[in-house]
């Protein structure tokens, strides 16, 4: 057996989705459900220069995306040096990318994972948490300023997917970790079949539909556990706009439109260091309930 790290191929999804799919049984990763493999292929795929994978021969037993905090073995080729050799390769990613660190999710629950980090100098810095709306948990209905609009996405407004790239990270200067969305990636995203236009939701000033001030993206997915669950993907809003109840409009506005579509409990991902938006959500009544801890290894 030859034991090899390179950047990915198109034809290494398959691979890296058997390995999702593998430790999605054994591993027992808290928050990450069966649709979460689909998601994050179809971020991965337009990107495949952001992936390294580790290969026994021609198989693909691991994979490493520094963006998706991503570093995963299959469970049956574990303990065979695979993630030591992921390490550098994803080192040499995020370098050429102008970061300088490598943060990875290491799932507290496996001591192992957290063995491995610790023997490679990573060090714990913060978490991301999971937040849950309960089903039936009353929230209000959004009531926007009366100088903003709120309309759908549409492609014939929203210019070319650079100038929409663009006003994402805009709406989210200043948040605790980077965003490192690329026209290439949303492109991508946009064009899955799964992709629903209706769940953006898009503020402008009122006297002009073509501006864009702030935005929200919710999806459903089927959970096995909990059926038809929602899913408060992005709430952002650009620095001259805040503090004024935008993005808690558009949070109630996510929750309106989930529980029309159907959905049971709400779920959304905010980092630990962002008081602000914690504080937000536990006043709609979402709850923790999953803390996924992120380390770094400076590079």
Do not use: K
Request: aromatic fraction near 8%.
């Amino acid at each position: 057996m030859t034991a090899t790290v390179r950047l990915a191929r198109h034809g290494d999804l398959a691979g890296i989705r058997e390995v999702m799919e593998a430790c999605l049984v054994t591993d027992g990763i808290p928050g990450f459900v069966r649709a979460d493999v689909d998601r994050a292929l179809v971020r991965i795929e337009p990107d495949l220069e952001g992936t390294a994978v580790a290969l026994e021969d021609e198989r693909v037993v691991g994979y490493c995306t520094p963006n998706h905090d991503d570093l995963t073995v299959h469970p049956n080729a574990r303990r065979r040096g695979h993630g030591r050799r992921l390490v550098p390769a994803a080192v040499a990613i995020v370098r050429g990318r102008g970061s300088d660190e490598l943060q990875l999710h290491v799932p507290d629950h496996l001591p192992a994972s957290v063995a491995f980090a610790e023997t490679l100098g990573f060090r714990y810095r913060s978490s991301l948490w999971q937040f849950r709306l309960a089903s039936g948990r009353p929230v209000l209905a959004p009531a926007f300023p009366a100088d903003v609009a709120v309309r759908a996405f549409s492609p014939e407004l929203e210019g070319d997917v650079a100038e929409w790239v663009a006003f994402m990270l805009a709406c989210f200067e200043g948040h605790p970790t980077p965003m490192h969305w690329t026209p290439a990636v949303i492109a991508h995203v946009n064009a899955a079949p799964g992709f629903d236009p209706s769940g953006i939701r898009i503020v402008t000033a009122l006297d002009d539909p073509r501006s864009r001030i702030g935005f929200a993206r919710i999806e459903t997915f089927e959970d096995e556990t909990d059926g038809l669950t929602g899913d408060v993907g992005l709430i952002g809003v650009l620095p001259a706009w805040r503090r004024r109840g935008l993005g808690r409009e558009l949070l109630r506005w996510a929750v309106d439109d989930l529980r029309g579509r159907g959905a049971g409990p709400i779920d959304l991902s905010v980092e630990a260091a962002n008081d602000r938006a914690t504080a937000l959500y536990r006043a709609h009544g979402f709850e923790p309930a999953v803390e996924w801890p992120h380390w770094v290894l400076p590079v």
